[in-house]
């Protein structure tokens, strides 16, 4: 194979010079979280943003009616321990320790900071449960992969913003306001919006004999929350849902 020329390489390097620029005008503003869109074991984390899996407790003897997520606070995790009670779990998540149990609504930890409980959670049709605890770290326009759970997802929100796309219209969870909470085996995607990182804390309370998750192939978003992202960015107030619209 002979050389190429000077005028050829020249010609190649204006060729790739323009396949990146046109690539570049067609790469969409949002892009997959780090994880690849997906959660993963926090064991396996290499990077500071995306989604991670920090625990799966298989939950025992649940109470009648309906269930709670209890977020707790605690100076240590020795503390925390001596707290747990039945369908409790310790995590260490973001600097912080903390005790989340499944309960129903009047449960209170006998120790600790209350942060929050969330619900009421829907149970999916199964034998046995199982709570799986996650983390979000979200830069404003990382999403995740369209997806659903075998079970409730849950998540509250820390620091800066999400909005979550299903077929039913929009949620935007933010610091303060209601949870956002999708039933068993709706599809959805999430996005981070706004101008900060997010941090959220996640639950899937889920049938234990099934993957944590799956594609969902069968439903494609509008994209409304790439607009909502829009409008957060120039300080147009958004309201928490918008079903049906868009």
């Not at 194979?1 to 790739?16: K, T, V």
Request: net charge positive.
């Amino acid at each position: 194979m002979s050389a190429l020329s000077l005028p050829g390489i020249a010609a190649c390097n204006a060729a790739a010079n323009l396949i990146i620029a046109l690539m570049c005008l067609v790469t969409p503003i949002a892009s997959s979280a780090q994880t690849g869109g997906t959660c993963i074991p926090v064991a396996e984390r290499k990077t500071e943003f995306g989604c991670f899996v920090h625990a799966e407790e298989h939950l025992q003897g649940l109470p009648r009616g309906p269930l709670y997520w209890h977020i707790d606070r605690f100076a240590s995790r020795p503390a925390a321990e001596a707290a747990k009670e039945r369908n409790g779990t310790v995590v260490e998540i973001l600097g912080q320790v903390w005790l989340f149990t499944i309960a129903r609504k009047s449960w209170q930890a006998s120790s600790g900071e209350p942060v929050g409980n969330v619900g009421p959670l829907k149970l999916p049709v199964a034998k046995a449960f199982m709570a799986t605890y996650m983390e979000g770290n979200f830069k404003p326009g990382m999403q995740s992969t369209v997806h659903r759970h075998p079970g409730t997802e849950a998540w509250l929100v820390l620091s800066g913003a999400q909005c979550l796309e299903t077929p039913h219209g929009k949620q935007i969870g933010r610091p303060g306001a209601p949870p956002v909470i999708v039933p068993p085996g709706e599809p959805m995607l999430l996005t981070g919006i706004g101008k900060e990182q997010g941090h959220w804390l996640v639950l899937i309370l889920m049938d234990a004999s099934m993957p944590r998750g799956f594609p969902a192939d069968d439903w494609a978003p509008k994209h409304t929350c790439e607009r909502a992202q829009s409008r957060m960015q120039s300080g147009e107030p958004l309201p928490r849902r918008v079903p049906g619209r868009e």
